[in-house]
């Protein structure tokens, strides 16, 4: 199964600050209750504390873990491929904004607001800016899916991870994260030197009360000359980062959400379709409920392991931050060459960290029973605005997304080759089932056959995909299964019409 599921992404990791206070001694005094930075508000200190305050232990780096896992093993390929504007380089402050804002920084109204009180020549770093990190942008979403191609294949297939690989990715993954953010940095710190003192003071003055720039920002469209319409929304990031960057302090840039490292696991996409209600302590909790002894026991080896991981993860970001923050005070002392290692390393650890995380879901998917996948689902069903809309596309580009899982062992129609491990599906609704050209097919499917079903059909092909190894015990296909009902319904309507 080379290529399965390039369709992912998902949102947890874990420890932010519980590790972070061995880093930075600024960061373990946010990391004390009633700290400076803790938002006065009552409904804002619901909304983040567990989400984005740095208060963390390990009760919270469990509960990272355990929301991930459920999002990962519940979700869809189109889910996972969901991430918010603004998650890469993600290194400017703006996470500490929305939590001691209590959540009234909004990231479009500022964004708009700064670009509102920007001169043409402001207005002109900027437009350089997101044309110049969009080649390096796009590379880094196409090795992010490359990266969710590993770990969806062991989930789904349960072969192993090809490690050597996957760090390779991740060290590329984190240079093309750092050379975006020094893109902005730079134009960031151009910007701030270009500020007359009126708009100075009117950005502390939006710090201090977020709300305020709503004025500035109503009925604002950020677009600049020589940048395309699809760009905008990247622009308009830009100057929202700006604006944390700038007017926040530097340990507010230490603190990241707890979907980092390892964003790799679709939790966004929960938070998205929640209207940002699901929470993750509630979510997690039901989720490890949900799960036997021994299946918890995996997600507190998996914790235990990676403390250390996230730990220097953690260290070496600290280190890069300091870096991008001479090019704010004296730009002499920036070390490229130092960045550059910082970032590689910072690519191994994360990727490290994900494997750990895939690996422990892989098992506990492998030993969860009937019962135990049909309360997930039930609980998924739970935590999303409107589960039919699950995807954003429609029914037909679901399947065709889907049927990736498919070619990676059976081919794309019409070409299937020698060496693949499993037989063409050209023909296959036409053919009795297990019957197939050039292919020794197992016991297992031939006793389908010999049960009295000649063919295929949706019906039956619904139950084989929700869990082939249930279905037919001893079939040769290693793939896990889609839990997700309507997954199924666009892959075979897909397969109908492909065959």
């Not at 994360?350 to 996948?373: F, K």
């Not at 292919?439 to 006793?447: G, V």
């Amino acid at each position: 199964m080379k290529s399965l599921y390039s369709y992912t992404a998902k949102i947890l990791s874990l420890f932010a600050a519980l590790i972070v206070s061995s880093v930075s001694p600024t960061m373990a005094q946010k990391g004390k209750k009633g700290g400076k930075n803790k938002p006065d508000s009552k409904d804002a200190d619901t909304w983040s504390a567990e989400e984005y305050s740095g208060l963390r232990g390990e009760k919270d780096l469990r509960a990272a873990l355990a929301s991930k896992g459920f999002a990962w093993l519940s979700g869809s390929p189109a889910d996972n491929e969901k991430l918010s504007v603004g998650k890469n380089a993600q290194f400017f402050g703006f996470v500490a904004l929305r939590y001691q804002s209590g959540r009234a920084a909004n990231r479009g109204t500022l964004g708009r607001a700064v670009f509102s009180i920007a001169n043409e020549k402001q207005r002109e770093v900027f437009a350089e800016a997101v044309v110049q990190e969009q080649a390096a942008l796009n590379q880094w979403w196409e090795v992010r899916e490359e990266i969710l191609t590993l770990l969806e294949d062991h989930l789904y297939t349960g072969l192993p991870i090809d490690r050597e690989k996957i760090t390779a990715l991740g060290v590329q993954f984190s240079l093309l994260n750092s050379e975006v953010a020094l893109v902005e940095a730079n134009a960031f710190a151009a910007f701030e030197d270009s500020l007359n003192s009126e708009h100075a003071a009117l950005l502390r003055g939006w710090r201090e009360n977020a709300e305020s720039a709503v004025s500035y920002g109503k009925s604002v469209r950020v677009e600049a000359v020589g940048v395309d319409r699809e760009l905008n929304k990247q622009l308009e990031d830009l100057y929202a980062k700006s604006f944390s960057w700038l007017t926040g302090k530097p340990e507010d840039n230490e603190i990241i959400p707890i979907g980092q490292p390892a964003q790799f696991f679709g939790f966004v996409s929960i938070r998205h379709k929640s209207g940002h209600a699901a929470s993750r302590g509630d979510i997690s909790k039901n989720f490890m409920n949900l799960l036997d002894a021994e299946q918890q026991s995996i997600i507190e080896k998996a914790v235990e392991s990676q403390v250390p991981v996230v730990r220097e993860f953690l260290e070496n970001r600290h280190e890069f931050l300091s870096q991008l923050g001479t090019l704010r005070s004296d730009p002499s002392r920036f070390d490229r060459d130092y960045v550059d290692r910082l970032s590689r390393e910072m690519g191994r650890l994360e990727i490290e960290a994900a494997w750990m995380e895939a690996e422990a879901y892989r098992a506990i998917r492998a030993s969860m029973s009937d019962e135990q996948v049909s309360a997930l689902m039930t609980m998924r069903g739970e935590y999303v605005i409107d589960e039919s809309q699950v995807a954003s596309m429609n029914m037909e580009e679901r399947g065709a997304a889907l049927s990736i899982l498919c070619s990676g062992c059976h081919g794309a129609p019409g070409m299937h080759r020698v060496g693949f491990p499993a037989p063409s599906l050209d023909g296959f609704w036409d053919r009795e089932i297990a019957s197939g050209p050039s292919f020794e097919y197992s016991a297992a499917l031939t006793n389908v056959r010999r049960g009295g079903n000649e063919r295929w059909t949706p019906e039956l092909l619904d139950q084989f995909l929700t869990a082939p190894k249930r279905f037919a015990p001893g079939t040769k296909m290693e793939f896990q299964g889609l839990l997700n009902p309507e997954d199924r319904e666009a892959l075979i309507a897909h397969l109908k019409t492909s065959r």
